[in-house]
């Protein structure tokens, strides 16, 4: 278990980390999500006493990070991927940290092997590519077979075989009952991998929340139809009170109506039926609905106007509360049509969207 308390980090005039209050439990794999420059490393990097807090607590199984008598058996990161002596061959780097770890030597060849490096044990990891590097790293990371592990974007890197393989191993070390605590800038393969989320913006905490719960209070589901006489449907669900907006493809969309009713209402009134489905958000869509307010960096697309701060990516609404007043487009209002996206593959907003400037690559 890691706990964070009131936990805070300023360098010089930036609130880098503001108040993080949370616990990141056992036996689950917990994602850890923000914007560019949102204060995740810097987070990671005080749970292993490598900044120290300005304000705060952050704990260990109840110990700070430097209290820890053998630190790998208890918490094993990877933070850097390059941050091991290139020199110095992969089984040497990590028999270098078992010994000054009371781990045995045959635990080296052990989590060579897990990681898929037992071939290239004997070479120097200044010749490894990327996702080799990573794999060394989460070797190093598990070679105390630590309670607890923490993994700063594991899966940059890797290629798909790879990607696939952190993830059932994070997902393996929680069954068995350990704290996986991960951040990757990969919505779709965090959707796959955790169970349970930590989103931050601007160094607060943002949301602490199930997965399912956090898509589901964040983003828009909506039932999808499809018909030859889109005009009949249509009056069939605004005279059932439903308010139907017509996508990018022509398809009908109703906010809030379950696909069982509107599928009797059409059978109802005759009017034929190509497709019927209900449409759940992506992660990626609730994190970027959530998270709009916060991001620090915008991206926008060569020729459109850059989005002042604070302004929304187009269909996303700001959290509850946040909306300025007069903002909100009219009830049931409908976007010129060719102007909504089809369902499940928004637009890309003009800004926002690219909004990993791919600092790590
Ligand atoms: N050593 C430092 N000195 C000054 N400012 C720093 C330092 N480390 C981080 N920051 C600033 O603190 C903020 C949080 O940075 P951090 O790297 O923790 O964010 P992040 O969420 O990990 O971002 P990214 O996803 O881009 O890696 C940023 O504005 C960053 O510029």
């Known amino acids: 278990m890691i706990e964070l308390r009131d936990l805070t980090k300023r360098y010089g005039n930036k609130l880098a980390v503001d108040g993080l209050t949370f ?42 990070y430097g ?3 053998e630190p790998l058996n208890s918490i094993g990161a990877l933070l850097e991927a390059k941050g091991v002596h290139g020199g110095r061959r992969a089984y040497d780097h990590l028999l270098c940290l078992a010994q000054s ?25 200044k010749g490894f590519s990327l996702g080799m590097g990573q794999r060394l790293g989460i070797a190093a990371a598990l070679l105390g077979d630590p309670r607890i592990l923490m993994f700063d974007e594991p899966v940059n890197g890797l290629d798909p075989e790879g990607i696939h393989w952190i993830r059932t191993l994070m997902q393996q070390l929680a069954r068995e009952g350990r704290t996986v605590f991960v951040s990757s800038h990969l919505m779709s393969e965090m959707a796959q991998t955790a169970e349970h989320l930590v989103v931050i913006g601007q160094g607060k905490l943002l ?33 059932s009170g439903l308010r139907p907006v017509t996508g ?5 969309e109703v906010d809030g109506g379950d696909a069982p009713r509107i599928g009797e209402l059409a059978a109802e009134h005759r009017v034929v039926l190509h497709e019927l489905s209900t449409q759940r958000a992506s992660l990626e869509e609730a994190f970027m609905r959530l998270t709009a307010q916060s991001v620090e960096y915008h991206a926008h697309a060569p020729g459109a106007p850059a989005a002042p701060p604070g302004a929304q990516p187009p269909g996303i609404q ?30 890309p907003p003009a800004w926002g969207t690219d909004w990993k400037k791919g600092r790590r690559g």
């Open 23 to 64: 616990t990141v439990r056992p036996g689950t794999v917990t994602g850890f999500l923000g914007p560019n420059g949102a204060g995740k490393s810097t987070t990671m990097r005080m749970v292993l006493g490598l900044d120290a807090p300005t304000r705060g607590d952050v704990r260990i199984e109840g110990k700070h």
């Open 248 to 252: 990018a493809d022509g398809a009908l």
């Open 318 to 347: 700001p959290p509850s509360g946040t909306q300025p007043p007069g903002t909100q487009p009219p009830p049931g209002a409908q976007a010129p049509p060719g102007e909504q996206p089809p369902p499940g593959t928004q637009a």
């Open 101 to 125: 770890n009371g781990i045995p030597e045959r635990r080296v060849g052990e989590v060579l092997e897990m990681v898929g490096l037992q071939d290239v044990a004997r070479k120097r990891p």
């Open 67 to 69: 209290e820890l008598r």
């Open 207 to 239: 949301a602490d929340t199930s997965m399912a719960q956090f898509i589901a209070e964040n983003s828009r589901t909506h039932v999808r139809v499809r018909t030859p006489e889109p005009e009949r449907l249509r009056d069939a669900l605004v005279g």
